[in-house]
């Protein structure tokens, strides 16, 4: 699903109370053959040479010569389409609040399940959720002024239908059993930054630390995901059963939806046909996802100010501006893993997609897929869905 904001997915949501289940699309990340005709690939020929992992810190834009038509393309793209032609308008990407936490996430569990979770599957989940973002991450430390050198995802709270769920010790985190308007649970909104974007949380029970920035909804049955800046929905069964797994690609999709990455159902780039945000095309994060991450930093960081004075001159651009990349042949810098024990659960709302409840998705295993809808990053669909 595409990118959609908060605001909007609330706005969805409630425009389509009275369904059972989400529209359907033969083209969307809830459409379970949309994963189903994966299939190893072959590397493209641009992939021989080595990936650019900078050794010492790059700045500018310089992508290989082999990316540079289909990145400017999709920048283009997203441009025109994004929050009705006003991409920097939106203040809650995963950028803006990965800046705003100096290098951190919070996330909150929203256990849409009535199964029981013991403390080592919590472990695992988290443990998961690193893993998985440090493959975006990696494509950005060492990069053009990004200002972390490892970005840590801490659990800090689960939302559950009933305490008795969690197995083991829950002392390290925040416990909900607060509803929302469809009777899932949900992490309290008081400590999450899609209500909170002023940073505002004063009225957080455990105070501004305890807050979430994203939700991890795990919805019993359902095919697919959705992604958006209040985070990701995918399907529990899904995710347990891809535990350990080098590469948990729906998750890796949606994550890329969170920092603004967009969807490709409706178009293709020249020359590119592999890649992880092309869903069902790839089953990693490949060079093309990686310098379209990096494109968001480059163009982001000069709009929103983030660059440091020194390398901010002759390579800012205006928010119109296209970018002319130049050839290179190097790649991402791994990052570390950072991973911390799951803590408290908050209430969480998410803006770019519209989640889907247990009992929807359960539906969703019929012939009639359900539609993948990005919170609002690329297809002006901001705040068109939400999921708390």
């Not at 991402?332 to 659960?345: D, E, H, L, M, R």
Request: charged fraction near 15%; hydrophobic fraction near 30%.
């Amino acid at each position: 699903m595409r990118f959609i904001a908060t605001a909007g997915l609330v706005a969805f949501a409630a425009s389509t109370a009275t369904a059972s289940t989400p529209s359907t699309s033969s083209s969307s990340d809830l459409d379970p053959s949309v994963w189903e005709k994966l299939a190893p690939v072959s590397r493209p020929s641009y992939l021989s040479h080595a990936r650019n992992r900078p050794v010492k810190r790059q700045s500018g834009w310089n992508p290989p010569s082999e990316l540079a038509t289909p990145l400017k393309e999709v920048w283009d793209h997203c441009l025109k389409t994004y929050s009705d032609g006003s991409l920097f308008g939106f203040k809650n990407y995963g950028w803006d609040q990965i800046m705003a936490t100096n290098g951190s996430i919070n996330m909150c569990v929203r256990w849409d399940s009535s199964s029981s979770v013991t403390a080592a599957l919590r472990t695992q989940i988290v443990t998961a959720l690193n893993e998985q973002y440090q493959k975006w991450f990696e494509w950005l430390y060492g990069y053009d002024n990004f200002p972390f050198s490892k970005i840590s995802v801490n659990v800090v709270g689960w939302a559950v239908r009933d305490t008795g769920l969690l197995g083991g010790n829950t002392s390290d985190i925040d416990v909900y059993t607060n509803t929302d308007s469809g009777g899932v649970p949900e992490c309290a909104p008081a400590c999450g930054r899609s209500f909170h974007q002023d940073g505002d949380y004063s009225s957080c029970p455990n105070g501004a630390d305890r807050h979430y920035d994203q939700s991890l909804w795990l919805t019993d049955g359902l095919n697919g995901g959705f992604g958006g800046d209040w985070g990701q929905q995918v399907g529990k069964e899904y995710l347990l059963g891809a535990l350990g797994s080098e590469n948990i690609h729906i998750l890796l999709h949606e994550m890329g939806h969170t920092f603004g990455l967009d969807d490709f159902y409706d178009w293709t780039p020249t020359g590119v046909s592999n890649f992880i945000m092309l869903a069902g095309s790839s089953t990693e994060i490949t060079e093309f996802d990686g310098w379209m991450l990096r494109n968001w930093w480059y163009e982001l960081s000069r709009n929103r100010g983030w660059q440091t004075s020194s390398s901010s001159g002759s390579n800012s651009l205006s928010s119109t501006t296209s970018l002319a990349p130049a050839a290179t042949t190097s790649g991402p810098q791994q990052g570390t893993a950072v991973v911390s024990p799951p803590a408290a659960s908050v209430t969480e709302i998410p803006q770019q997609t519209t989640p889907v409840t247990s009992s929807a998705a359960a539906s969703s295993t019929s012939s009639a897929p359900q539609r993948d809808i990005p919170v609002g990053v690329c297809k002006g669909r901001q705040g068109k869905k939400r999921r708390a």
